[in-house]
């Protein structure tokens, strides 16, 4: 069992940074590639970043590559997720997820993809 606890969000100006992290409480993350959704407000919950079970491999949405960045710590069971430039259009619940699937190339896995989820951290970018 693995207990994923997303921190980290929360309200900035267009064009700062964010770094969010999500944290194992129970279990280890090294089994799992590490996947972080979004989910603005009445749309769905998208893939925007996907890093492999050594941190050696990322995927990225195309409208983030540019400018969100993941990475992991497996001595720390944390995961990252660094927002530059942030936008009004980046607003959203960010989620992270564990799985045991990661594909070379990006391929949103979906809800039923992921073996663990967290709670969501809320992001909210002010023009």
């Known amino acids: 069992q693995v207990q994923l606890v997303e921190s980290g969000g929360g309200s900035v100006e267009a064009g700062g940074s964010l770094n969010l992290s999500c944290a194992a409480s129970?279990?280890?993350?090294?089994?799992?590639?590490m996947n972080w959704f979004r989910q603005p407000v009445g749309k769905e919950r998208d893939l925007v970043a996907a890093?492999?079970?050594?941190?050696?491999?990322?995927n990225y949405a195309d409208s983030v590559k540019d400018r969100f960045t993941i990475s992991r710590d497996n001595t720390l069971n944390t995961v990252y997720l660094q927002i530059d430039s942030l936008k009004p259009e980046d607003t959203a619940v960010y989620y992270c997820?564990?799985?045991?699937?990661?594909?070379?190339?990006?391929?949103?896995?979906?809800?039923?993809?992921?073996?663990?989820w967290g709670k969501g951290t809320l992001v909210i970018v002010s023009s």
């Open positions: 890093i492999d079970w050594t941190g050696g491999r990322t």
């Open positions: 129970e279990g280890t993350l090294s089994r799992y590639s």
């Open positions: 997820g564990a799985s045991t699937v990661f594909y070379p190339g990006y391929y949103d896995l979906g809800y039923d993809g992921m073996n663990y």
